[in-house]
Nanobody, 121 residues
Framework: VQLQASGGGLVQAGGSLRLSCAAS????????MGWFRQAPGKEREFVAA????????YYADSVKGRFTISRDKAKNTLYLQMNSLKPEDTAVYYC???????????????WGQGTLVTVSS
């Protein structure tokens, strides 16, 4: 499956953005779809994930309560609704797929090209 992320942009602190990740190809129910982010000079870090079949979600502590991951099976699209954005959320956001829940990047595949989110203070 090929993934393409979009929806990034410049937003003020406290604002909101919704990222989308469009998938071409079949996403099996066993897949876990997720979002990672990478800030300048830092390693890529886990943000959120969702089990495609059941909809069970997982979040990094840093975004819990502010971000919501969801999916639209009919559109084969993954979303990340980001509210109450902070300057430290500034990063390139990537979507990816795995069959093993892992908050490191090791087991994730099919990385999209990334979309830049910039939060100004």
């Amino acid at each position: 499956v090929q993934l393409q992320a979009s929806g990034g942009g410049l937003v003020q602190a406290g604002g909101s953005l919704r990222l989308s990740c469009a998938a071409s190809g079949r996403i099996f129910s066993s897949y876990i779809m997720g979002w990672f982010r990478q800030a300048p000079g830092k390693e890529r870090e886990f943000v959120a994930a969702i089990r495609w079949g059941t909809g069970i979600t997982y979040y990094a502590d840093s975004v819990k309560g502010r971000f919501t991951i969801s999916r639209d099976k009919a559109k084969n699209t993954l979303y990340l609704q980001m509210n109450s954005l902070k300057p430290e959320d500034t990063a390139v956001y990537y979507c990816a797929a795995t069959t093993i829940l892992d908050t490191t990047t090791m087991s994730w595949r099919n990385w999209g090209q990334g979309t830049l989110v910039t939060v100004s203070s």
